[in-house]
């Protein structure tokens, strides 16, 4: 009995057990689908100007909540929560603002209240953010509010063009992981406070994906957008063991569809060999990179870049049937040779001597057509080449036949 009553007295004083846990885990999802409302539809009853001075005021008054709890109730929790939504307000108040830069109502065209909006952010942004992150991450202050007014400031650029969104995206994305790589083994930056902070910084990357859904649609956006994904599920995801063993085959597949996208955004042609063939060569490429970073999935991501690779060459000897088909076979296939003997695979060896063997093939009808030019010529070199080639094996048989027995067998003991 001592023991039940010792263990409900602790079930009790757990976080997750007190009934404020709940109600600031309802508060705030509620607070975070009015923002996101407004973000999407906003109040359609206030001019332009008006309805970007609400973000200000509410970013404001979560800021005095904060205050309230922190200095008059001593609670510690809430003050944080509180200044943590108010920061969470900024990206999304430079987000209305980038839409008054944009597209000015007319009202506003080329007023100096423009520039008085873009004071009053930042009047109100800098505090707000700065208190924030001196609560949640003080040694990391500076880095989070550098990564998180960078990406406010790309909100204020009057773009909305594919390419342009494309790159800001990327160029976001990859500040903040470099950013991301410094701060990874940081143990402040893995509790609970540092987790929130970074997930403050990374919020105007993920406005700026959102975004992007409701602009046009374009290939060089998804390609951008993919390549995101397929960064976080290839390297993230698979390092922190999420997914099981599909994180990595998923991302892989991420990445060949955004260069697919790549290939298709292209303005001129993807070259002189067909869209197909460049598609299945440049994937086939793309998945031998990519299985040079993964220990676990590296035979399969090599095996089925293989695989691409032979297609792509198939496809383009069936298409031109000319001599530039022929050396791409023999030239996919002699990389082939030399990718299965680098990485002991016996799949990717002999796939490409497969390949190897079928550009040569295509060189026979030319041999025929030289034959049919010029018997005597084509018969001279044939008998000098099977004279030579029974010297040499006479002398060199027993060699070569232990040569090729332990090839075989050293062969057999790789993997496939």
Known sequence: MKSYDIESQDRRESPNYRPGF???????????????????????????????????????????????????????????????????????????????????????????????????????????????????AKPRRASLLTELFLGCALFLIPSREPEVVAALCLGLFGLLRLGWSRQRQDALMQAGEGVAALALAHLPLVILV????????????????????????????????????????????????????????LPVGVGGFGGWTAHALGGAALLFALGQKSLRQGPALRGLGTLLALLGCFLCLAVRRDHAAAMLFLAVGTALVYAGIAYRQRWVLFAGIVGYLAGAIFYARFTVQLYEASPWLTMTGLGIGILLFASFLEKQRKPLMELGQRWWRTVNAWGR
């Open 210 to 265: 959102g975004r992007s859904a409701f602009l046009p649609w374009s290939w060089i956006t998804t390609a951008a957008l993919l390549t995101i994904l397929a960064v976080l599920l290839f390297v993230d995801a698979a390092r922190a063991g999420l997914l099981g063993g599909w994180a990595e085959p998923m991302g892989a597949l991420a990445a060949f569809l955004a260069l697919n996208g790549l290939l298709l955004a």
């Open 22 to 136: 709940y109600l600031r885990l309802l508060g705030t999802t509620i607070l975070l689908l009015a923002m996101a409302d407004f973000l999407v539809q906003g109040l359609n009853g206030l001019t332009p100007n008006y309805r970007y001075w609400i973000m200000p005021g509410f970013s404001m008054l979560l800021t005095l909540c904060g205050l309230v709890c922190g200095y008059l109730w001593r609670d510690h929790k809430g003050a944080r929560l509180f200044f943590a939504l108010a920061a969470a307000l900024v990206p999304v108040q430079f987000t209305q603002l980038g839409a008054l830069f944009y597209a000015p109502p007319a009202e506003l065209a080329g007023s100096a209240l423009l520039l008085g909006d873009l004071a009053l952010s930042l009047g109100v942004a800098l505090p707000v953010a700065y208190l924030a992150f001196s609560i949640l």
